[in-house]
């Protein structure tokens, strides 16, 4: 059996063209799988999986349990709000006290970048970050890709622009890497000061001018301004960002192409995308968190693979 070259899924950083192809291939059977009358595998009867979110989350929360049950793992759920971290419990005790009760894999969501691959040095178990402060989001990354692969085909050559808040952006560099390893042409677009100093490294096109990025793009996903990690203001106001950069039916139609829209959610209605765009035939929001299932079973099929059992 194939298996990918890295023992956890900390970031795209990590992976490579290979290993996305392969989660992709393994992807296709379990989206076959989830489309049935019974949803479910029995391959990983004998695997226990912890979900740990330190963070809020409506889709990854979910989308992970899903594949977990779907894959017919046994799984516990953690949530900070509601443990012993308010007591000052630490990340690696609270981790190996799950562990101690023989979990095999972790799944967790932290506002700290970094925290994945720190608790994947120091801890026995596979570690899935689900992402981790302003660093990664590695499975958004894989679902935005594998839906981008659906609607279009294939993802070398195309042009993807990615506007908004690019600074505070997890979902921005897992989608730089993911793109970039499958050959996709990649730019940014947003006000300067969302466009992080170290851009040029990433090797991206930089647009300023939202109705210039959607001429250049077959592909734009709109990102939400995250508020909760800025302490100081970016720009004048939600109202002025919008007018700059929200991507709105009336610029959308007057583009002599059918550009695919994408959003990793959670949508802010009216700021960075309207709502007769989000639900256009354009848009592909809902068809990325179906794909996120499958996707996140077939990280979770592969990790667990490399357990011995
Ligand atoms: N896309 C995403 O990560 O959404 P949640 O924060 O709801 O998990």
Redesign the pocket.
């Known amino acids: 059996m194939d298996s990918l070259s890295a023992d956890h899924l900390i970031g795209i950083k990590d992976l490579s063209s290979k290993d996305i192809e392969l989660i992709f291939k393994t992807a296709d059977a379990f989206k076959e799988v989830i489309n049935r009358p019974i949803k479910k595998v029995p391959s990983l009867r004998d695997i226990t999986i912890a979900n740990l979110f330190f963070e809020?989350?409506?889709?990854?929360?979910l989308s992970f349990e899903l594949a977990e049950k779907r894959l017919s793992a046994d799984i516990v759920n953690f949530s900070a709000a509601s443990s012993s971290v308010k007591k000052g419990e630490t990340l690696v005790d609270t981790v190996n006290n799950i562990l101690s009760m023989k979990v095999d894999m972790v799944v967790m969501r932290h506002p700290n970048p970094g925290a994945a691959k720190f608790l994947s040095e120091r801890v026995d178990a596979r570690i899935v970050n689900a992402?981790d402060g302003t660093h990664e989001?590695p499975t958004?990354a894989l679902l935005d890709s594998y839906s981008i692969r659906e609607r279009l085909g294939s993802i070398e050559g195309k042009k993807v622009v990615i506007v908004g808040d690019i600074l505070h952006s997890r979902?921005a560099l897992s989608n730089i890497y993911a793109l970039q390893k499958q050959g996709a042409e990649v730019m940014v677009c947003g006000p300067t000061t969302l466009i992080p100093k170290y851009i040029d490294k990433l090797g991206v096109k930089v647009e300023h001018n939202l109705r210039k990025a959607l001429e250049w793009c077959d592909v734009a996903n709109m990102l939400r301004i995250q508020l909760e990690r800025q302490d100081i203001k970016y720009f004048p106001s939600l109202r002025e960002y919008s007018m700059q950069f929200g991507l709105t039916k009336e610029i959308l139609d007057s583009l002599d192409k059918k550009i695919v829209v994408m959003h990793?959610?959670?949508i802010n209605r009216g700021v960075e995308i309207t709502s007769d765009v989000a639900d256009s035939d354009q848009a592909i929001i809902l068809q990325q968190v179906e794909n996120g299932v499958a996707v996140r079973m077939a990280v979770i099929y592969l990790l667990a693979s490399k357990i011995k059992r």
């Open positions: 809020n989350s409506t889709r990854t929360r992402g989001h958004q979902v990793p959610g959670p």
